[in-house]
């Protein structure tokens, strides 16, 4: 167990919806990152927030937002649902602002499924 | 833009043969490579890292190894075993904050 948790486990949901995924790092993280891996895919960097700040973007598209509270944990929201969205979900989360050489740690991932 | 490639993208080995996977990044500011193994639906798991000032670590039957020069580092698995058997992961971090990651190798650990 990597300390970090996600919720809910499963998503399954229609195309055109909007959905949330949360993520709560490990005691003491301020760097939340957020990871799409479609089937047999390699991880994707979608996005990353430090202490409620972003700071960095990946491949995220516009339909997709996320944001860091101040309790620390993340929510990733992603709206206007498409069958390619269909994938798992990871966070990640790491000490500090990731600028050294932070480790980081991976939750058990959201699987979503858009029908 | 910043990149990573990872070969093999499958490799099947005896058990208690030798497993090698290799990975070369772009970014010449990269400063830290970890390596995570993912068992089938699980998340991803460090298993070992290296950063830019250290050319060698080893952690029991696991190794990585990094050519600055070159820009590429490896990962070393002697021993193998079954439970081996998962995809394999690298990653490159640069100065900015992101992490790139490799496409993955499947690797087999045939009994």
């Known amino acids: 167990d990597s300390g970090v948790t996600q919720t809910p486990k499963h998503l399954i949901t229609a195309t055109g919806q909007r959905v949330t995924l949360r993520c709560s790092p490990r005691?003491?993280?301020?760097?939340v990152y957020w990871y799409q891996q479609s089937l047999d895919q390699g991880l994707q960097f979608l996005i990353q927030y430090y202490n409620g700040e972003e700071r960095a973007k990946g491949n995220i598209l516009e339909r997709f937002s996320a944001q860091q509270f101040p309790d620390l944990h993340s929510e990733l929201n992603l709206s206007s649902l498409e069958l390619g969205d269909s994938a798992l979900y990871f966070c990640a989360s790491s000490p500090s602002a990731g600028v050294g050489t932070d480790t980081q740690y991976f939750g058990p991932g959201t699987r979503l499924t858009v029908l | 833009g910043e990149n990573v490639e990872q070969h093999p993208s499958t490799l099947s080995v005896q058990e208690g043969d030798s497993a090698v996977i290799k990975c070369t990044y772009s970014d010449s500011a990269s400063n830290y490579f970890p390596w995570y193994k993912q068992e089938l639906g699980k998340r991803p798991q460090l298993i070992i890292d290296?950063?830019?000032?250290?050319g060698e670590k080893k952690d029991q039957r696991i190794a990585v190894t990094l050519n600055k020069t070159a820009k590429h580092f490896s990962l070393h698995i002697t021993e193998t075993q079954p439970e081996d058997s998962a995809v394999y992961f690298c990653a490159a971090k640069s100065g900015t904050y992101k992490y790139i990651f490799g496409t993955g190798t499947r690797l087999k650990v045939l009994a």
């Open positions: 290296i950063r830019s000032n250290v």
């Open positions: 005691s003491g993280d301020l760097s």
